[in-house]
């Protein structure tokens, strides 16, 4: 099987620095520290942060390194579909490219949602056909940023984390001023059942920590990948970690009230800790986060049907590169389409079953890593994965225990309609063989 190389991208395509790129990666993985809030009142403040901590040792760490070799090896627009399709062949590549596609409607939907909804503390009038005609206008706007190519896309990137990050920072150096309280008391909360302790408040910080591989997919967008991802990586991880622990581990520590956290508490916290002018910078910092994650969700989620369309599982039209950009606009076109009508569901049912499709992405993005080291010993591998076998091992073992917890404890909705979403996968890969062989038995010889 022929698997495309650098020299399929457009000319045209201005490549994204290395400064930028890292601002792109940390905006999808990270973005800021909000939508955690609700592990603390389920999971505990210690249990939490505890988690903070080591779950990137499970999860955002070992697929780093899986994203990091693969990349230096095969540094291909469409990333993982097509490591995966290298590795075991058209079946299990295709699925990948559609359930990560599938996967980023939901998401790309969800950021918009939430955004409309911080807004809504500051208009309350926005409801109904209103709060989605905002949302449909948020996604038109980073439509047409990611229509512009990924030197666009990095430049906003870089400018909304600076955005969000400074009222974290400030909050993070007030918060620890006014330590007054032991933030890891208690430990879990009495009472609670294991399963929400374990489960619910888990299921959290993996979602938080998932999506190290996606950048891999404008991976032919960056200057020098080879050199570049790996260095990214290296910088975005740690980066990821502060932020998520060290405003929790602030808060926890100058306020001490860990029951009366919720979804959007960061901003309550900042109100508490530097009164109104923080809080208010901090809300407005958690808008511009989902401006963020969804302006680098719609860059690296497009390649995918880009990359399916010139292997021949999607429509030819998909392919399509603007004139002046060389950017795929019809695949980012039609993703934001599909965006702007799930944004009329609610932000719980989106997250919900977005994560089955997001954990059997990785799981197949990990094992890739052994089968291109079976299938393709010969590839040049600028970085590899340390420790040898062990090391190997390692980096699929821990994203399969992460992603039996983050399933097994799946919320009502998403034990319903996740396996319905896997299984539309292989459906739609039977419909689209069928198709090809019926133009195939059509065309003359």
């Not at 229509?147 to 993070?172: C, D, F, H, S, Y």
């Not at 808008?287 to 690296?300: D, F, Y």
């Not at 004139?323 to 695949?331: F, L």
């Not at 980012?332 to 997250?351: C, K, M, P, T, V």
Request: glycine fraction near 8%.
């Amino acid at each position: 099987m022929q698997i495309p190389t650098r020299a399929t991208a457009a000319s045209a395509v201005r490549k994204a620095s290395f400064f930028y790129f890292v601002f792109v990666m940390f905006s999808y993985t990270t973005g800021g520290p909000f939508g955690l809030e609700g592990m603390v009142t389920t999971s505990g403040p210690g249990m939490s942060l505890i988690y903070l901590l080591i779950i990137p040792f499970f999860l955002s760490i070992p697929v780093s390194l899986v994203s990091a070799e693969l990349t230096t090896a095969m540094p291909v627009e469409g990333g993982f579909y097509r490591w995966t399709r290298a590795a075991f062949g058209d079946f299990w590549g295709f699925l990948a490219g559609w359930w990560n596609w599938s996967a980023s409607f939901l998401l790309g939907g969800s950021y918009a949602v939430l955004f409309t909804d911080y807004l809504t503390f500051y208009f309350p009038a926005i409801v109904g056909w209103r709060h989605w005609l905002v949302s449909f206008a948020l996604i038109a706007v980073i439509t047409w940023i990611n229509i512009r190519g990924i030197q666009m896309v990095g430049k906003a990137a870089t400018i909304l984390e600076v955005a969000i990050l400074l009222p974290v920072i400030a909050m993070v150096v007030l918060g620890l001023a006014k330590w007054h309280h032991n933030p890891f008391v208690p430990l879990v909360p009495p009472h609670q059942p294991f399963s929400k302790v374990f489960g619910v408040g888990l299921a959290l910080v993996i979602w938080g920590y998932s999506g190290y591989e996606q950048c891999s997919t404008v991976a032919e967008e960056v200057e020098n990948p080879q050199r570049s991802y790996p260095r990214a990586l290296a910088l975005v991880v740690p980066l990821s970690i502060a932020a998520y622990f060290l405003p929790t581990f602030a808060a926890l520590a100058a306020l001490g009230n860990w029951q009366q956290w919720k979804d959007g508490y960061y901003a309550t916290a900042a109100l508490l800790i530097g009164g109104p002018w923080l809080g208010s910078l901090m809300t407005i910092g958690a808008m511009i986060c989902n401006v963020a994650l969804l302006n680098s969700t719609v860059l690296t989620a497009t390649p995918m049907p880009f990359a399916l369309a010139e292997d021949g599982y999607l429509p030819p039209f998909l392919t399509r590169r603007h004139p002046r950009y060389g950017t795929p606009w019809v695949a980012i076109l039609i993703s934001a389409a599909i965006y702007a009508s799930l944004a009329l569901r609610s932000l719980g049912e989106l997250i919900s079953i977005y994560v089955w499709l997001r954990a059997a992405t990785t799981v197949l993005t990990v094992f890739s890593a052994w089968g291109l080291r079976r299938k393709r010993p010969d590839l040049p591998r600028a970085f590899r994965i340390p420790g040898g076998n062990l090391g190997l091992f390692y980096v699929i073992a821990m994203p399969l225990a992460m992603t039996y917890v983050v399933l097994r404890y799946s919320d009502p909705v998403a034990m319903r309609w996740g396996p319905w979403a896997l299984a539309a996968g292989p459906v739609i890969y039977l419909v689209v063989k069928w198709f090809a062989r019926r133009a195939r038995q059509k065309t003359p010889a």
